[in-house]
């Protein structure tokens, strides 16, 4: 039976290839919501019609959203260390001469 910190790590390290595909998909619909919003807050400013809720409530989704992809990029970075951690587990000692 396996150390439930190496089963863990180890789940992290094995889902790592499935989120490193998805993040340039997820990074690029990011961009283009957060690039709607500023085109729809920059309108607003444009026709004076702006609120400071609406303001407000377009700088509280573009963090949402941003928040999304560095919770993704940690995830990533958080399975590439486990990963090297493992990295005899993974792929079996390596010989060094």
């Known amino acids: 039976m ?25 990074q690029g619909e990011v961009d283009k919501l957060q690039a709607g919003l500023v085109k729809a807050v920059l309108a607003s400013v444009k026709n004076r019609t702006l609120t400071p809720e609406a303001a407000f409530a377009a700088w509280m989704e573009f963090s949402a959203l941003e928040s999304v992809v560095v919770r993704l990029k940690q995830r990533a970075a958080q ?18 001469r």
């Open 79 to 96: 399975g590439r260390s486990d990963a090297e951690d493992l990295s005899d587990l993974l792929t079996g000692p390596v010989r060094r």
């Open 2 to 26: 396996m150390d439930p910190v190496k089963e863990a790590q180890l789940a992290r390290a094995t889902g790592l290839s499935p989120l490193l595909a998805l993040l340039p998909i997820v």
